[in-house]
Nanobody, 116 residues
Framework: VQLQASGGGLVQPGGSLRLSCAAS????????MGWYRQAPGKQRELVAT???????NYADSVKGRFTISRDNAKNTVYLQMNSLKPEDTAVYYC???????????WGQGTLVTVSS
């Protein structure tokens, strides 16, 4: 499974961006797609995940500002990011995993920079 992420860029504080990540195929009937991020000098952290059935999970730091969604027919996951803050600056990675997290795949990452 190959994941192709897109949509990163430079945005001013308070602005919005939408990330997309397309998987080349889906090999797990029940799966979780998600977004993680890694800021300079920090560990990679979970941003949001969505199960193939639609259940979602968010990091506390992005609740109310970010929305994760997916199109199962296109094997694509989206991350709508609103009210962006400088601390959201990071490389954002998409992930595709089986429901139990035993097998997963990572995209190449897309850089989001929030700065005035």
């Amino acid at each position: 499974v190959q994941l192709q992420a897109s949509g990163g860029g430079l945005v001013q504080p308070g602005g919005s961006l939408r990330l997309s990540c397309a998987a080349s195929r889906s090999i797990f009937s029940i799966n979780i797609m998600g977004w993680y991020r890694q800021a300079p000098g920090k560990q990679r952290e979970l941003v949001a995940t969505i199960v193939s059935g639609g259940s979602t999970n968010y990091a506390d730091s992005v609740k109310g500002r970010f929305t994760i969604s997916r199109d199962n027919a296109k094997n694509t996951v989206y991350l709508q990011m609103n009210s962006l803050k400088p601390e959201d600056t990071a490389v954002y990675y998409c992930n595709y995993a089986d429901y139990y997290g035993l097998h997963d795949y990572w995209g190449q990452g897309t850089l989001v920079t929030v700065s005035s």
